[in-house]
């Protein structure tokens, strides 16, 4: 396992903090400004786990890279959803293929719309779970609890172990089973919640913070994204095609009408859109996408590289 940091196992979220005491006798702007201090503070926390999260995501990659790794989110309850909701975001917005994305939730589809309960102390439907979509040793998971103690989203992680998936575990608090097991620990030390237990507030927060962090990261060290830019986007709707437009344009250096003739050349890949317009063949530009990876900077670099 590699931590971001030790400490006790004690479960911060669950505690009532004397701050806290009589807030719901607050006026309505206190305690409105309660809760988005929590939030900041929420949101903070992700920067010392920094270092933790940047390990993660280089790992992940490079397990990633060889096409044929899935990449599954897990977790029960408001963490569960979390984890959904930033694995969803992949195929619109980095063209992460659907097949290679698996989500595993306490509960199953019904906790996707309706709030569950015992289900999340169900190891043995993680066990289930698990068996069914079968991980091997290319896979990555990552799993989010706020507790680090949930027994179905634990039981993931050590089946996942089991079977040589890559594993990390996005967590609240510190020296957690989940934590202890996982390959990356990541810890996000939110601390109390303004409504003690309530980990859709702090905890989430950071969890969202730290899942965005990740993935991009992620994403881009797997080539899709440039220079700011989710080169990788699906251009589906007009708002979409436009931003393409502008991406093109800004990455070939070339004007609007350029850049708009070059996408509809290769059905609105953006990568190959900017090869095409920088004087590529729609077959060169994918032939040379291919050889690298789909890493357009690469292309680029050797494209400068002959020209000198």
């Known amino acids: 396992m590699v931590s971001s940091s030790g400490g006790t196992a004690e479960d911060s979220t669950e505690y009532a903090s004397d701050r806290y005491s009589g807030f719901d006798a607050w006026s309505s702007e206190d305690a409105l400004d309660a809760l988005w201090q929590g939030q900041v503070a929420a949101a903070a926390c992700a920067g010392p786990a920094i270092?933790?999260?940047?390990?993660?995501?280089?790992?992940?990659?490079?397990?990633?890279?060889?096409?044929?790794?899935?990449?599954?989110?897990?977790?029960?309850?408001?963490?569960?959803?979390?984890?959904?909701?930033?694995?969803?975001?992949?195929?619109?917005?980095?063209?992460w293929p659907q097949d290679r994305l698996v989500f595993l939730m306490a509960g199953g589809d019904a906790a996707r719309l309706q709030q569950i309960g015992v289900e999340e102390d169900d190891a043995g439907a993680a066990a289930t779970d698990a068996t069914r979509v079968a991980f091997t040793n290319k896979d990555v998971v990552i799993a989010v609890a706020a507790s680090g103690t949930t027994p179905y989203t634990v039981g993931m992680v050590e089946a996942a172990n089991a079977a040589g998936a890559l594993t990390v575990a996005i967590i609240n608090n510190e020296m957690t089973p989940?934590?202890?097991?996982?390959?990356?620990?990541?810890?996000?030390?939110?601390?109390p919640e303004v409504i003690a237990g309530s980990t859709r507030l702090g905890a989430g927060t950071a969890q969202k913070a730290a899942l965005g962090m990740l993935s991009t990261l992620v994403m881009t060290r797997l080539g899709h994204v440039h220079d700011g830019y989710m080169v990788s986007v699906v251009a589906d709707n007009k708002k979409l095609e436009e931003r393409a437009t502008r991406m093109v344009a800004s990455i070939a250096g070339v004007a609007d009408d350029v850049a708009r003739a070059a996408l509809n050349t290769c059905n609105g890949q953006v990568k190959n859109a900017v090869l095409i317009a920088r004087g590529m063949s729609a077959d060169e530009a994918g032939i040379a996408l291919e050889g690298a990876g789909g890493n357009l900077r690469a292309v680029l670099n050797l494209s400068e590289t002959k020209k000198s």
């Open 51 to 95: 270092p933790a999260l940047a390990r993660a995501a280089e790992d992940i990659a490079t397990r990633l890279q060889s096409g044929f790794g899935r990449l599954v989110y897990t977790g029960a309850g408001s963490s569960g959803l979390l984890a959904m909701q930033d694995g969803m975001e992949m195929t619109q917005t980095f063209s």
């Open 178 to 191: 989940m934590g202890v097991a996982a390959d990356h620990e990541i810890i996000l030390a939110s601390g």
